[in-house]
């Protein structure tokens, strides 16, 4: 009759961490085998009738494969991991094992531990309150271009990540790897913790941020913990919320949809290629990239020297008037805002003048509008983000020397003069503030969502976005 076999998980290597349930087991049982490091956490838990096998590291194959051969002569066996038994421990091999080398008459049971992220966790406080996932950066079993795969894909779905086996003496460059990838993701202050020797006597735990936390100080024995979005770190502690209280904020006048604007644009700044733009033109940059989910605009996004902060100071400054080429352009601008600044909004296409020029000029209706708005109303802010012909016939007026408007922001798009109406503004107005998309990318809600950005200029110091939505 064969006997049985209990992967046991002992928790972090603290004794008063090992289950009642664990402790029945390995006392219970004829013969235990594991790792010897792990043994000597134990040995004071044995009775000395219990047959004691170790083996040193890296030997999981010979340790399963004597367990079964005990198992298998009648023994009770119980085959000990660190942690819980489950999570990178022994009971996946010990299950393969039975399967594949056919050893199915011998029952495996399993007793769950402490894992050694939950060890951690309990240190910081509460760092895995929310959605959260687990990832060793050991290739010796799995393909790195796998461990790659799954480390982008944790820090792009936000969530908290616990890493197992972040270094050794030859795994030396995968954690810089790591870093550089969540920092696509994430903001450099997303707070990290590096646990190491979990609830043994060699403890230390040092909580950080994704920028600063030092790759030199980790090894095998250390857990690392990073935040999502919300997890916020005082001192020692690091908290990611639930969201019991998201109604209330830990800043109550900040709303649920603004805190999910602010996470966007925290997570567009993170992947930016640069680090180092002007505050206005990274403000309108990550407002164009929130509207199209689009991370190529920051390729193409073209501002004048302080552009964004010229037209906030006009805008703010009171009695400014906005033109639009199009209603959708005037419909994506936050009415709150012109409220608040008492500014002017206006689209010459459905003027009746607009109609009768066109024709009597043979040119578009936008065009005819651009030069109606342009009489009456020099120095508005000329927003196109449909109609190329519309900014052609500003940049134009422009190279004549006509006028001299508050700026241009121009994002028309598709794939008619829609190219050649940006470079004409590029260099027609050099003397003027102006922003461009450029190439044949561009919209209406671009064009809008820069108008946005620079009217919450004020904003961007806290990076709170969306205050008039």
Known sequence: MPGKITVVGLGPGKSDLVTPRALSAIRDADAVVGYRYYMTLIRDMVPPSVLLIDSAMKKERDRAERAFILALEGMDVVVVSSGDAGIYGMAPLIFEMRHKKEFDEVAVHIVPGVSAFQSAAAKLGAPIGHDFCVISLSDLLTPWEVIERRITAAAGADFVTAVYNPKSKGRYWQIYRLRELFLRYRSPDT???????????????????????????????????????????????????????????????????????????????????????????????????????????????????????????????????????????????????????????????????????????????????????????????????????????????????????????????????????????????????????????????????????????????????????
Not at 302 to 324: D, S, V, Y
Not at 387 to 412: C, W
């Open 191 to 469: 707070p990290v913790a590096v646990v190491r020797h979990a609830d043994r006597k060699e403890e230390n735990v040092d909580v950080s941020t994704l920028a600063d936390f030092d790759p030199e100080s980790i090894d095998m024995f250390t857990v690392l913990l990073i935040g999502n979005m919300q997890t916020y770190a005082e001192g020692s502690t690091m908290v990611t919320p639930r969201g019991y209280y998201a109604a209330e904020g830990r800043d109550k006048s900040v709303r649920i949809g603004q805190s999910i604007m602010k996470s966007s644009f925290e997570a567009i700044d993170a992947r930016l290629k640069r680090k180092d733009y002007p505050s206005g033109m990274k403000w309108a940059l990550l407002h164009a990239i929130h509207t199209t989910a689009d991370v190529e605009l920051e390729d193409l996004f073209f501002t004048t020297p302080q552009a964004i902060e010229r037209i906030n100071e006009k805008l703010t400054a009171g009695n400014a008037t906005i033109i639009t080429d199009v209603t959708m352009v005037r419909s994506g601008i936050r009415k709150a805002a012109l409220e608040r600044y008492g500014i002017e909004l206006h689209c010459y296409l459905s003027d009746p003048r607009v109609p009768d020029m066109a024709h009597e000029k043979g040119i578009t209706r936008t065009q005819a509008g651009m030069r109606l708005a342009l009489e009456e109303h020099p120095d508005a802010l000329y927003v196109v983000g449909n109609a190329p012909t519309a900014l052609i016939e500003i940049s134009d007026l422009l190279n004549k020397g006509s006028y001299s408007p508050m700026g241009v922001i121009g994002t028309p798009v598709g794939f008619v003069n829609v190219v050649e109406a940006k470079l004409r503004l590029k260099a027609a107005g050099r003397k003027i503030p102006h922003v461009i998309i450029e190439g044949r990318k561009g919209g209406s809600a671009l064009a809008a969502t820069i108008v946005n950005a620079a009217l919450s200029l004020d904003d961007a110091k806290t990076m709170m976005p969306g205050r008039d939505v």
